[in-house]
C-alpha cells in the first residue's frame, strides 16, 4: 500500500503501533507526531492475551474507533520469536481488514528513538542468549537519528571492540544494556546506562520509527511485512543439528 496522503496531516494522521518483541507488551496511538495514548504491561503473561484488548482499550479511551486509524505500525524484531510474531500478526490482520499501510520496523531502532533524550551515541542491545546481542549503533544529532551499523546479532567483545571506537558518550537501551554495561564498562568508560524505564521497547518508539518512515514517502505493505529473527530459533538450530549428525 502506499503511504499515507500527506494532506492527511491537516486533520491529524494517526498510526496505531505494536511492540510484543520481548516480555513487555505495548500498544501507542501516535497523532500528527506526538503521543495521544499509550498502555504498557510487563505483567509477564502472553501477548496473544494481552495485545489485541490493550489496542482496544486504548482506542475506546482516547475516544478512537479503528476507522480514525490511518496506519498501523508493529517492531517486526528483532527479538523474542514468538513475541515478534504475535505482534506481526496483530498489526498485518489489522490492516488487511481495514486496508491500511502497516509499517514494520526494527525492534532496535524503535528503542533508540523512544529513548533519546539528547544528543549522543545510542547502542541498542537485546540479550540473544549465547554471549550475544542484537545490537545497532545510532547517532542522534539536532534531534536527528543516524544508523552507524545494522541489526546484527553480535558478541559483546566484538561490540565492545567497536565502541572503544567512539569517543562520545554512549547510551545503551535495551534488555542487554545492563549485561553490556557490567561487562565492558571498565574498559569503555564512556558508557552510560540509561534508566530501566527509557530502556525497554515501547510502542512510542515504534510508532516514531513508523512515522519517520512515512515522512520519507515509503509505502507500508503489510503483504510484504516478515519479521526479522537475525538468526534461526533454537527449534531450527537444533533440528539442523541432528540432520548434520545424521549424516
Known sequence: MSAPSRSKEVSGLRILAFESSAKAA?????????????????????????????AEDLLANCDLTVADIDAVAVAAGPGSFTGVRIGVAAAKGLA??????????????????GAAMCD???????DARRAQVYNAVFSVEDG????????????????GAELKNLEKAIFLVGD?????????RV?????????????????????????????????GSGLELIPSYLRLSQAERTRIEKENMGK
Open 187 to 219: 574498559s569503555i568508560p564512556a558508557l552510560c546506562l540509561l534508566p530501566e524505564h527509557l530502556r525497554g521497547q515501547h510502542a512510542s518508539g515504534t510508532a516514531l520509527a513508523a512515522q519517520a518512515k512515512i515522512d520519507a514517502g515509503e509505502p
Open 120 to 126: 549522543g551515541v545510542y547502542c541498542a542491545c537485546m
Open 26 to 54: 505495548s500498544v501507542a496511538i501516535l497523532q500528527d507526531g506526538a503521543l495521544l495514548g499509550e498502555y504498557f504491561q510487563n505483567s509477564g503473561q502472553t501477548h496473544s492475551r494481552t495485545l489485541a484488548k490493550m
Open 144 to 159: 536527528k537519528l543516524l544508523r552507524l551499523s545494522e541489526d546484527r546479532a553480535i558478541s559483546i567483545e566484538e561490540l
Open 96 to 113: 488487511w481488514a481495514r486496508e491500511l499501510p502497516c509499517y514494520g520496523v526494527s525492534t532496535l531502532e524503535a528503542m533508540v528513538r
Open 176 to 184: 542487554g544494556a545492563e549485561l553490556c554495561y557490567n561487562t565492558l
